[in-house]
């Protein structure tokens, strides 16, 4: 390459850096593409305004603001005392009798209520300092975690249970397949793995009604793996990675030496402890990456969770946070955005943190499609 | 049968009594396993549900057979795999086709033999049947019970499973206030829990009774009796026969009412035949069929595209912090799909989203992104091509760095320009590479029901198709899904299956040729 480059530098060199500078400013605008969405997405997570057209790609600076009464009043009750979080559309800070009848202050705007001034029976005067309100960079992560009707840590939970077990499983299963196909020889083998592979072509989701369907009957008289359950998801979900995992690992046990085992069955050990004391140590590091990866798909899943999961509680993270892209999706910008950006962590680590993995396996023509 | 290698070794090994706990545990393992398998046979066989009772003896049986057989033991190994993968892949899709062939859907969700269970627990009250006054007792678990009075001052005490004539008490006498650890309930108790008791059977199986009004209670007697020489179901109180009709899977009688269940029935090729007749189904899925094509082809071409400039811009050394710029350029690729179209989706939202409000500062008005079928239609695919060029981009650099360069220098030799070398050299020697995953993503994208649904949920809706849901930017799968979850019209399980194999035969058709096309088979062989 670098041969070719000296060749031309000669005569090429003024034009060569016009189409370098044009080069550039190509991957540049790229760059702007690729990243602007989710600079918005951060900067509307860390925006204390939740709706999606007071949002600036910059969110504002936590402030206090010092609030005022409008009129004479005496104070009822404090409805939201010090440091509760209040939501403009939603909050009632106090209560108040003005000119004899019963009044509600409500927030005017996302924030903390500190320094309530007034006590319970203290009347106030017009242009008075009733309370401070503050907003905070990560107020829609607090509502985020504390809104019950949206019950988003219960969907984290569960999505990273669902992920590791399905991970887990997917392993130690395809990986003993793995140690079979790569070690014994038997007959039928050569199309059992073709088959394996054929039957893979179809994925799970597109049976998604006949699986529906399946777990319906099943929960009929298994509860545990019946719809709604994150036993009867893990199911499907391991079922569905068997195909794909079973050649990844095969290659994987491939690539280990054969007199390994050759010569600690020499030594008296059988195919288990070969297998379990030898290759499995052996090949651990690959399993932990196949793990992950698997961990990422299953965490990722969609179509399948929200088809087999009916019930909040039972929900997983994706389902939830599709329940607030479908339901007011311009009022609760922010907070969905906090909730997205939390949802995004582990796959943005693990895919960048594996990039080089990745594009071996890509290169390869696996992994993800 | 299996070439084992150390054949001899296992033999003698099976007499340690690590091999005897191994053995054990084989037993046990396969022991709880069948348990459980039979459980779920026998039920299954008494709902009607075939299908799956047979799915799981035979996944069992072969389970059990790879296990006790000894030549078989590389089997075992797989058979956890295998038992998984029946189950789970290839169950469905052989399911799929038989619901197809068949009207599952709503009003048609049980087999026959669950509907007919259910219609044998329903009972009615009979003409000239006997009636009581009740009263209504309650002990202190909860369990309510019934003092019945007949007219000629007998009295009886029934409670959940149980009916016996009180002989103790006198004509005309009050009513005990305690009776059998029953307490009595005044008037206020009794009324606010009659509704819950009115849903209850009293009294033995043969003798049951139930709260027929806010005074009477009466026998009742099971409505529906099943003839199995007849295949129908006697109607007692309006004594008429129902008759099992497997064409719309109901039972009907001679005036042609039917019965409230229906009953899954199969009805052969009908709901292919509908793809063709129906012009509410035929209409949209044709449309719906040209998208799915267009939009993948689309998605590929615009990825693969954007995805080998950027990777040919990366091959150039003098450009600086290339890393960096891969690593921010494969950002789109590391976040999952449906966080990344949501996103999108708020930024292109029409009176709010950032894309729209920068358009109108410009003096224009924004496209309706999600109301205009052309435009749905462009904002899907320019989503999709952010998600997806980092793909190729990856793909392509791989490829390219494997080109080797004396073939540049040659041609540089020759005096090939830019272009030349590009599309003489580049060019075919990547699409060798690359061309089995543009096939793959074709076939990814055909069924990429992530974005379809989180863009706009198919829509905006299609007007011609009537009550069908289909929208302007459904694909198959999509459409598949909301015909058999879609919520309002009722699930049409049979119409969504048959769409579904559709898909199927289409991919099957698509990957076969990509074999084909890219001899895989040879080369898959060869890895084997």
């Known amino acids: ?369 | 049968m299996a070439t084992l290698l150390p054949d001899s070794k296992v033999k003698r090994s099976e007499f340690s009594t690590r091999s005897i706990l191994r053995l054990a545990a084989t037993y046990l393992g396969l022991a709880v396993l069948d348990a459980m398998a039979f459980y779920l046979v026998y039920v299954f066989a008494l709902d009607g549900v075939w299908e799956l009772a047979i799915t799981i003896a035979v996944i069992t049986l072969l389970v059990n057979i790879i296990n006790l057989r000894q030549d078989l033991y590389p089997l075992r190994w797989i058979s956890p795999a295998l038992a998984l993968m029946g189950l789970m892949v290839v169950f469905p899709i052989i399911y799929t086709v038989y619901v197809s062939l068949t009207n599952y859907g709503d009003g048609n969700l049980l087999t026959k033999q669950q509907v007919l269970n259910l219609l044998a627990r329903e009972t009615y009250l009979p003409e000239g049947g006997k009636v009581y006054g009740w009263d209504l007792y309650q002990n202190a678990a909860g369990d309510y019970a019934l003092w019945l009075t007949d007219g000629d001052d007998g009295y009886f005490f029934a409670t959940l499973g149980d009916f016996e004539a009180v002989t103790l008490l006198a004509a005309g006498a009050d009513l005990p206030e305690d009776y059998q650890g029953y307490r009595r309930l005044d008037r206020g108790e009794s009324l606010r829990a009659s509704r819950e008791a009115q849903e209850l059977s009293f009294g033995t199986a043969e003798l049951q009774i139930g709260i027929a009004g806010r005074k009477e209670a009466g026998e009742f007697a099971q409505r529906y009796v099943y003839r199995s020489d007849e295949d129908a179901v006697f109607d007692k109180q309006a004594s008429t026969l129902f008759y099992a009709n497997y064409e719309t899977g109901q039972f009907e009688n001679e005036n042609g009412a039917t019965l409230r269940t229906g009953f899954i029935s199969g009805t052969g090729l009908k709901n292919y035949v509908r793809f063709v007749t129906s012009p509410a189904i035929s209409g949209p899925l044709a449309r719906i069929f040209a998208w799915t094509i267009g939009f993948s082809l689309v998605s590929v071409v615009s990825t693969f595209t954007v995805g080998l400039l950027f990777a040919l811009l990366m091959q150039n050394e003098r450009i600086p912090y290339r890393k960096a710029f891969r690593t921010l350029l494969i950002v789109p690729y590391a976040i999952p799909a449906l966080i990344s179209v949501a996103i999108w989706k708020g930024m292109l939202n029409s009176n709010l989203g950032v894309i729209s409000n920068a358009i109108a500062s410009l003096g224009i008005q924004p496209p309706p992104f999600f109301i205009d079928p052309g435009w749905s239609k462009f904002g899907i695919l320019l989503i999709n091509l952010w998600l997806g060029y980092p793909y190729f981009m990856l793909v392509c650099s791989g490829a390219l760095a494997a080109i080797p360069s004396d073939m540049y220098e040659a041609a540089e030799v020759d005096g090939a320009t830019w272009w030349e070398k590009f599309h003489a050299l580049t060019l075919p020697m990547l699409l060798v590479a690359v061309g089995p995953l543009l096939i793959a993503s074709f076939t990814f994208n055909f069924n990429n029901f992530v974005i379809i649904e989180a863009y706009n949920e198919g829509g905006p809706p299609m007007v011609e198709s009537g009550t069908l849901p289909a929208g302007h930017t459904d694909i198959l799968i999509s459409y598949a899904y909301r015909l058999a979850f879609g919520g309002g019209r009722g699930a049409d399980f049979g119409l969504a299956s048959a769409i579904t194999i559709i898909i199927f035969v289409l991919v099957a058709g698509v990957t076969l040729a990509q074999f084909r096309l890219t001899k895989g088979w040879e080369e898959t062989s060869e890895n084997v």
Not at chain 1, 28 to 56: E, G, H, K, R, T
Not at chain 1, 80 to 88: H, I, K, L, W, Y
Not at chain 1, 198 to 206: C, E
């Open chain 1, 1 to 369: 390459m670098s041969s070719h480059v000296k060749i031309k530098r000669g005569n090429a060199r003024p034009a060569f850096t016009l189409g370098l500078a044009i080069q550039i400013a190509i991957l540049v605008i790229a760059v702007i593409f690729a990243l602007f969405p989710v600079v918005w997405i951060l900067s509307a997570a860390l925006n204390p305004s939740q709706s999606m057209n007071s949002q600036s790609v910059v969110p504002p600076l936590p402030e206090t603001r010092v609030v005022l009464a409008e009129e004479a009043g005496v104070l009822l009750e404090i409805a939201a005392p010090n440091g509760s979080r209040v939501e403009r559309s939603a909050g009632t800070i106090l209560l108040v009798e003005v000119d004899g009848e019963r009044e509600e202050l409500r927030a005017p705007k996302n924030g903390y209520v500190r320094n309530i001034r007034l006590q319970v029976g203290d009347s106030f005067a017009p242009g008075e300092a009733l309370y401070d309100i503050s907003s905070s960079y990560l107020i829609n992560f607090d509502t985020l975690f504390n809104t019950e009707r949206k019950p988003y840590v219960r969907w984290l939970l569960n999505s990273v249970a669902v992920a590791t077990i399905t991970s887990f499983l997917v392993v130690m299963v395809t990986a003993l397949s793995a140690y079979s196909f790569s070690r014994f020889r038997f007959k039928g083998r050569r199309s059992l793995l073709m088959l394996i592979l054929l039957v893979q072509v179809f994925p799970n989701l597109l049976a998604m009604v006949a699986i529906f369907l399946m777990l319906q009957q099943i929960g009929n008289h298994i509860p545990f793996f019946g719809l709604n359950t994150a036993g009867g998801l893990i199911l499907v979900y391991v079922g569905g990675a068997m195909g794909i995992n079973i050649w990844l690992m095969k290659g994987f046990f491939d690539s280990v030496p054969r007199d390994i085992d050759e010569s600690a069955m020499v030594d008296g050990c059988g195919h288990w402890q070969t297998y379990w004391r030898l290759i499995f140590p052996l090949v651990r590091p690959v399993l932990v990456v196949v793990g992950i990866l698997s961990f990422v798909g299953t965490f990722n899943e969609f179509v399948l969770a929200r088809v087999l999961l009916r019930d909040k509680e039972s929900w997983t993270l994706m389902v939830g946070l599709w329940g607030y892209i479908s339901d007011n999706f311009a009022r609760d910008w922010g907070i969905f955005a906090a909730g997205a950006i939390i949802g995004a962590i582990p796959t943005l680590i693990i895919y960048l943190s594996l990039q080089d993995q990745i594009v071996g396996g890509l290169t390869q023509g696996s992994v993800k499609g």
